[in-house]
């Protein structure tokens, strides 16, 4: 699986190196130390086997093993043995610890000869000299042979049903010793330092990764800054910038280019927002004229002559033109941030109600249920909030099936008022759906003008929910219909009082019209 992110895999690759590291040095170090210990040993060993060379009797050799426990056992739990034999191959001395299975036969050398130089001078005088060369060299004083010098001990390590041993031995003239010594107390030592290893290295790899961990987050906070610069990129962020004063080196180009763009970005959409503003603002007025002109004449044509017809033709796309152009004033304002709320307490109780007269006479033909409560106050502009709600119907009637049906369903839950208006309709493609809220956007069966309008009606209720600080939504919903659910926060004003005369008209239930 691929770690997605930056900081946690700089984190785990720091945290890989280092291990690495330490796990190599407390490996070779485990292995100086216990190479060192072990010579040490070795040379104690080397010392006391030089000093056996001298005959002994057992009780000395006792004495000697006493001396070996208390030099090199400094341990309790170490164990010391020892084993002579004389020139026979017979047993002179072996301690109670000495194991069977420790075998020190390869490790005797041959045994060390008088010179030879000597005996065969003395074989040559015996025979071939005189009775009188004998006599003066009896008068001469004898000299010592040389002493020739044991071969070295030899150290190995042997493993038994104990444990492990380091065995050394001897060779001297007249006797064999070997002394062994268990590896008991080196390998708790050992051991120890191992446990220690073993947890020293978890530690220090969680303090290295926690290191940098802090460290990768403290070189990725301009990035962080950058994130929450473009978190603010909307209508009112876009003269936010990324102060580069505390920022490293190797991030500034990179905040300089950002600012710039935010820069050209505020540039552009104030000059597409002021374009937007302007011309509908600039086309009101003529509009207005242009419609009251033509009502004028219109009331003066004869009646049912041609001009009559096509000024009426002329007069509703004139209004139908002036409706646009209110809609993209509005939507301008709200891109700008500028749309003026004129905030009372509205019932949407009593604005459903009314609307649901205005269907049963705008749509006979269609079925009507409604379940709505009371009293559902929200703090808004009744005028937008009107518009949201006549924009839904007017959409429910528009693409709705034949002999089809609406549902206006109503809740509240603590702090919000949910409105949710469905009907029956073809089923709306999953591309369509999440271009839905999209400006001048209609899906295609409705791209004919035998529907009414331009594709800004749930832009524009969109957009006037979220002003309100609610939010418009298309719900999933079962093949064959369609539901859109408006939430808006509940007004905090206490709504105890009794209700309007219209509220008293409210429906229970679901109550069906049929015309």
């Given at each position: 699986m691929k770690l997605r992110s930056f900081r946690l895999r700089i984190a785990l690759l720091s945290a890989a190196l280092a291990g690495s590291t330490l796990i190599g040095f407390g490996l070779v170090s485990w292995f100086l130390i216990y190479d060192a210990k072990l010579?040490?040993?070795?040379?104690?060993?080397?010392?006391?086997?030089?000093?056996?060379?001298?005959?002994?009797?057992?009780?000395?050799?006792?004495?000697?093993?006493?001396?070996?426990?208390?030099?090199?056992?400094?341990?309790?739990?170490?164990?010391?043995?020892?084993?002579?034999?004389?020139?026979?191959?017979?047993?002179?001395?072996?301690?109670?610890?000495?194991?069977?299975?420790?075998?020190?036969?390869?490790?005797?050398?041959?045994?060390?000869?008088?010179?030879?130089?000597?005996?065969?001078?003395?074989?040559?005088?015996?025979s071939s000299q005189t009775e009188q060369e004998s006599q003066e060299?009896?008068?001469?004083?004898?000299?010592?042979?040389p002493r020739v010098p044991p071969p070295p001990p030899r150290i190995v390590t042997q493993y038994t049903s104990t444990g492990a041993w380091r065995v050394g031995a001897i060779t001297f003239s007249q006797v064999r010793v070997a002394i062994a010594v268990s590896l008991k107390a080196i390998d708790q030592e050992m051991a120890v330092i191992r446990n220690i290893f073993l947890i020293s290295i978890p530690v220090v790899l969680l303090l290295v990764a926690g290191g940098a961990w802090g460290l990768s987050g403290k070189a990725l906070y301009p990035i962080k800054q950058l994130t929450v610069a473009i978190r603010q990129v909307t209508v009112q962020g876009l003269d936010q910038r990324v102060p580069i004063d505390a920022i490293?080196?190797?991030f500034v180009e990179l905040i300089q280019v950002f600012n710039q763009m935010l820069e050209r970005l505020e540039h552009?959409?104030?000059?597409?927002?002021?374009?937007?503003?302007?011309?509908?603002?600039?086309?009101?007025?003529?509009?207005?004229?242009?419609?009251?002109e033509i009502e004028q004449i219109l009331q003066q044509a004869e009646p049912g002559s041609q001009i009559q017809q096509s000024l009426s033709h002329l007069l509703d796309e004139v209004r139908r033109l002036s409706?646009?152009?209110?809609?993209?004033?509005?939507?301008?304002?709200?891109?700008?941030?500028?749309?003026?709320?004129?905030?009372?307490?509205?019932?949407?109780?009593?604005?459903?109600?009314?609307?649901?007269?205005?269907?049963?006479?705008?749509?006979?033909?269609?079925?009507?249920e409604t379940k709505i409560a009371e009293r559902l106050y929200v703090q808004g502009d009744?005028?937008?909030?009107?518009?949201?709600?006549?924009?839904?119907?007017s959409n429910a009637i528009k693409y709705n099936l034949p002999e089809g049906w609406i549902r206006i369903h109503t809740r509240q839950q603590q702090t919000t008022v949910l409105v949710t208006i469905s009907n029956s309709s073809k089923d709306i493609p999953l591309s369509d759906r999440q271009r839905i809220f999209d400006r001048f956007y209609r899906s295609d069966p409705a791209r004919t003008r035998k529907v009414d309008g331009v594709g800004l009606g749930l832009s524009l209720a969109?957009?006037?929910?979220?002003?309100?600080?609610?939010?418009?939504?298309?719900?999933?919903?079962?093949?064959?219909?369609?539901?859109?659910?408006?939430?808006?926060?509940?007004?905090?004003?206490?709504?105890?009082?009794?209700?309007?005369?219209?509220?008293?008209k409210t429906l229970k239930g679901f109550t069906n019209f049929k015309q």
């Open positions: 010579n040490r040993l070795d040379a104690e060993l080397k010392g006391h086997l030089m000093w056996t060379g001298r005959p002994r009797s057992p009780e000395r050799w006792q004495s000697f093993e006493t001396l070996l426990s208390n030099q090199l056992g400094r341990n309790t739990q170490t164990s010391i043995a020892l084993l002579v034999i004389d020139t026979n191959d017979k047993i002179v001395y072996q301690s109670e610890e000495w194991s069977d299975e420790l075998n020190v036969n390869g490790l005797w050398s041959a045994r060390p000869r008088v010179s030879p130089t000597t005996s065969s001078s003395s074989q040559q005088s015996s060299q009896s008068q001469r004083p004898r000299k010592r042979p490293d080196v190797e552009s959409f104030k000059q597409a927002s002021r374009f937007s503003a302007d011309a509908a603002h600039e086309l009101k007025t003529p509009l207005t004229i242009l419609q009251g409706g646009i152009v209110r809609k993209l004033l509005l939507l301008s304002l709200a891109d700008a941030g500028q749309m003026r709320l004129q905030r009372v307490e509205v019932n949407l109780s009593q604005l459903l109600i009314e609307m649901v007269e205005d269907i049963e006479l705008l749509a006979p033909q269609l079925t009507l009744r005028d937008l909030l009107t518009q949201i709600l006549q924009n839904l119907l969109w957009e006037i929910a979220r002003a309100h600080g609610g939010e418009l939504t298309l719900d999933s919903t079962p093949s064959g219909q369609t539901a859109f659910t408006l939430s808006l926060p509940k007004s905090q004003i206490n709504n105890s009082f009794p209700s309007q005369d219209r509220c008293a």
